[in-house]
């Protein structure tokens, strides 16, 4: 709660507060309701509030739902809490990557023409699309490769003099 205290003025917050209890209260008056005449009661009820009481009443129910507007719902429990001081961060676990691109950076003038007949090699191009592709350095010349077929290459292609990077 102190997070949205901190962002409205305290006007804002006695007009918020005094506001729900009539909803809530106005929405449990008749046990005996039908479903429909309810949520139609209590959109009625909505469209009289003023564009200011709409605003406050969203937030409040976006705060009540859990759902903020710069993050997901935030579970709290024991000494995690905050404010309590703990000061740690949970952080999602990382998906290792398992898809690879060889992109190659630069070459070597003089070795342009091994590294052309690596690049076919790999490739299935021909003399000229392999050359074309090689001339166009900075280029990703393979996608989609595991990382235990793109070392070979890799290493190939860093002992022709070429400057080759997995992304």
């Not at 007009?15 to 809530?24: A, K, Q």
């Not at 703990?86 to 060889?102: C, H, L, M």
């Not at 350095?137 to 400057?163: C, F, M, Q, Y």
Request: with cysteine; hydrophobic share 40%; charged share 30%.
């Amino acid at each position: 709660m102190n997070s949205i205290s901190t962002k409205m003025r305290s006007k804002t917050l006695i007009r918020l507060f005094s506001l729900t209890p009539t909803l809530i209260s106005r929405s449990l008056c008749t046990a005996t309701e039908t479903r429909t005449q309810k949520l139609e009661r209590i959109a009625d009820q909505l469209l009289d509030l003023t564009k200011i009481e709409r605003h406050d009443y969203t937030i409040l129910f976006r705060h009540k739902m859990g759902i903020h507007r710069y993050g997901p719902a935030i579970s709290v429990s024991g000494p995690s809490a905050p404010g309590s001081g703990s000061g740690s961060t949970e952080t999602k676990p990382v998906a290792e990557k398992t898809a690879f691109d060889i992109k190659l950076e630069k070459f070597d003038a003089a070795a342009k023409i091994k590294i052309i007949k690596e690049v076919r090699g790999f490739t299935d191009l021909g003399l000229k699309e392999a050359k074309d592709l090689v001339e166009k350095a900075p280029v990703v010349l393979k996608k989609g490769l595991t990382k235990d077929e793109a070392n070979p290459i890799l290493e190939k292609l860093k002992a022709l003099g070429a400057t080759v990077v997995l992304e």
